[in-house]
């Protein structure tokens, strides 16, 4: 599975020259309509052909068609033998080769030619993701896993052996009965405390942004109250189970469905938190034009992107200026800008490499009104300039 690092090499990455070119392909299963898989297999030949075409208009680079060639191969070992999404990002000249596998992709099989990978696939169906950390616990034992996409990877936990009752009777009056139980509830609280810190530890390590408890009915009371306010912050919510008996693939999917809920309630509530902040021109900005400038600024915190949302556009390879009309001069520096086709060719790189949290928005009427793309901001660099001057006066 895909790790953050490694998205983040993926976006760093620019071909120099002409004759290095940066190709991406995604391959996603699905039930052929005949057992021969032949639509696939013409599929991944003609995307194939598409792509040789376009690499040789700058010559022969014989690299790239050596990844071409690999890739072709690769996809028909795939067609017919894989349950699983895959993506490769490759550039023969750099000897740079990566294969993933992945859940499942928005879009089909797919090749694209160009001087970065082609990550909106890549970025669609990871978008704001965030890390999740799940804990299952009771008053003696907790289990830590690492829930990415669909990847569930367990974690060394706690365990603390339950204190040893002395005696067989309760006392006089039922005394050591109530003590036993005071140092049961004791240990327990020790406990809590102990995978309190663990977590504590983990999230300041940046191993997780999120987390999800699972427990039952009686243990989550006493642990929630130990919960530390920063902790309470990335909590998703809690879910039911028995450390010893629940299953992993129920894990999963108790996890996962939460983690579904909360991303579409954030995406519900930051559309119309951007587009109320844009409207008072304050902390949000819609259309492309603005966006690209918050971009460039540097004042983008969250980024919002139309599921479908694809325009041309010119970047300068000299100063990185990204303008929202196809121009021949970039508008920056004045020297040579060159097309692209899709301006997310750009943005995206720039979301990732800068931690930019990045929701992809569908069936949104006003949001397309207000042109499909949006950013939330966490300044404006503009009023913080015209609070200075003032101040300054």
């Known amino acids: 599975m895909i790790t953050r690092e490694q998205i983040h090499e993926l976006a760093h990455f620019r071909a120099e020259g002409n004759e290095e070119r940066a190709l991406s392909f995604y391959f996603q299963p699905y039930a052929p309509r005949n057992k021969s898989h032949k639509e696939e297999a013409i599929r991944a030949k003609d995307l194939v052909k598409n792509a040789l075409r376009e690499v040789e208009k700058n010559g022969k680079n014989e690299s790239a068609r050596a990844d071409l060639a690999r890739i072709l191969e690769l ?112 240990e327990a609280l020790h406990h809590y405390k102990d995978v309190i810190a663990r977590l504590k530890e983990a999230c300041e390590k940046g191993w997780f942004d999120k987390f999800i408890v699972g ?10 109250q130990q919960l530390h306010p920063y902790l309470k912050q990335r909590l998703l919510g809690r879910f039911c189970g028995e450390v010893g008996k629940i299953s992993v693939e129920q894990v ?59 325009r041309k556009a010119a970047e300068c390879p000299s100063c990185g200026h990204v ?19 899709d301006v997310c060719d750009a943005i995206i790189p720039v979301a990732i490499q800068r931690n930019i949290e990045l929701f992809y928005i569908k ?23 015209n609070a200075g001057l003032r101040a300054a006066s």
């Not at 427990?215 to 929630?224: I, L, R, S």
């Not at 303008?323 to 086709?341: L, M, N, S, T, Y």
């Not at 069936?363 to 300039?385: K, T, V, W, Y």
Request: net charge negative.
């Open 363 to 385: 069936d949104e009427p006003q949001f397309d009104a207000a042109g499909n793309i949006a950013a939330l901001l966490r300044f404006r660099a503009d009023q913080n300039m």
């Open 215 to 224: 427990c039952q009915d009686v243990h989550w009371g006493d642990f929630e």
């Open 75 to 186: 996809a028909e070992g795939l067609i017919g033998n894989q349950a699983r999404a895959k993506a490769v990002f490759a550039c023969g000249r750099r000897n740079f080769w990566r294969e993933f596998d992945l859940p499942s992709l928005p879009t089909g099989m797919q090749l694209f030619v160009n001087r970065v990978f082609h990550l909106k696939p890549l970025a669609q169906l990871l978008g704001a993701q965030p890390s999740v950390c799940v804990v299952l616990l009771d008053r003696q034992k907790a289990r830590f896993f690492d829930l990415r996409l669909d990847d569930l990877t367990e974690r060394e936990g706690l365990f603390r052996t339950p204190p040893v009752r002395q005696g067989s009777s309760d006392g006089y009056g039922g005394y050591e009965g109530g003590h036993a139980q005071r140092r049961v509830e004791d």
């Open 252 to 310: 999963r999917e108790q996890a996962g469905r939460m983690l579904q809920e909360w991303q579409e309630k954030r995406r519900s509530g930051l559309v119309k938190e951007v587009l109320d902040q844009a409207m008072s021109n304050s902390h949000g900005v819609t259309g492309l034009r603005r966006v690209l400038r918050s971009l460039e600024l540097g004042e983008v915190q969250t980024l919002l992107i139309g599921e479908d949302f694809a």
């Open 323 to 341: 303008d929202a009309h196809v121009v021949q001069k970039c508008p920056a520096c004045g020297k040579d800008a060159r097309e692209i086709e």
